[in-house]
């Protein structure tokens, strides 16, 4: 257990339905992460958040957008949701909020998101 | 800008014989890298980092990776593989910068055969 929860573990929906992922980082951790992976993409960057304040976008469409509460977990907000929006989404954390060898990132079991 | 190859979308092994998993990096300065492991339906988990303090890092459940500053490589390997090293391994370099941005290799799929 990383202690990085997610909710909910799956989600179906329709096309152009709007869905929320929620993420609560382990204790302690300033940093969260949203990443996405598709058999096509792999795994891709899409989001990061430290201390309350967005740190870093990756390829995250204009569709989708996140916040950092004060508590520090964080929510990514998927909207007119497509076929290929399909994939499973994952929340990581990390004390530190820059690169380099402590950034050793803890990640939730993730959420899988169906768009039929 | 960084970047990982894992030179090898599958790989094959039979239970307690050695893994190699390679990957390659590239970047214009001493990398930060990363191992993750992914078992089905599951999150993924740190395998093991290098930290520039030894070039041979090693990991949990006995997994040993050697960084190459030479060959750019940073392979993973294991002497004997048991059959619960089944899983997806990716290949990851963050980026040395104000951000936290992981960079994922395309992972290598680990079948170990009885």
């Known amino acids: 257990d990383s202690g990085v929860t997610q909710t909910p573990k799956h989600l179906i929906t329709a096309t152009g339905q709007r869905v929320t992922l929620r993420c609560s980082p382990r204790s302690g951790d300033l940093s969260v992460y949203w990443y996405q992976q598709s058999l096509d993409q792999g795994l891709q960057f899409l989001i990061q958040?430290?201390?309350?304040?967005?740190?870093a976008k990756g390829n995250i469409l204009e569709r989708f957008s996140a916040q950092q509460f004060p508590d520090l977990h964080s929510e990514l907000n998927l909207s007119s949701l497509e076929l290929g929006d399909s994939a499973l989404y994952f929340c990581a954390s990390s004390v530190v909020g820059s690169g380099g060898v402590y950034n050793e990132q803890f990640f939730g079991p993730g959420t899988r998101l169906t768009v039929l | 800008a960084q970047s990982v190859t894992q030179l090898d979308s599958h790989v094959s092994v039979s239970e307690g014989t050695p893994v190699l998993l390679r990957c390659n990096y590239s970047?214009?300065?001493?990398?930060?890298l990363f191992w993750y492991v992914q078992h089905p339906n599951k999150g993924l988990q740190l395998l093991l980092k290098y930290t520039s303090a030894a070039t041979l890092v090693k990991g949990i459940n006995g997994f040993e990776a050697e960084f190459k500053k030479s060959e750019t490589s940073f392979h993973l390997t294991k002497p004997s593989a048991h059959m619960s090293d089944a899983a997806e391994y990716f290949c990851v370099v963050s980026e040395s910068s104000n951000t936290g941005k992981l960079i994922f290799g395309q992972g290598t799929t680990l079948q170990v055969k009885p």
């Open positions: 970047s214009s300065y001493s990398p930060s």
């Open positions: 958040y430290y201390n309350g304040e967005e740190r």
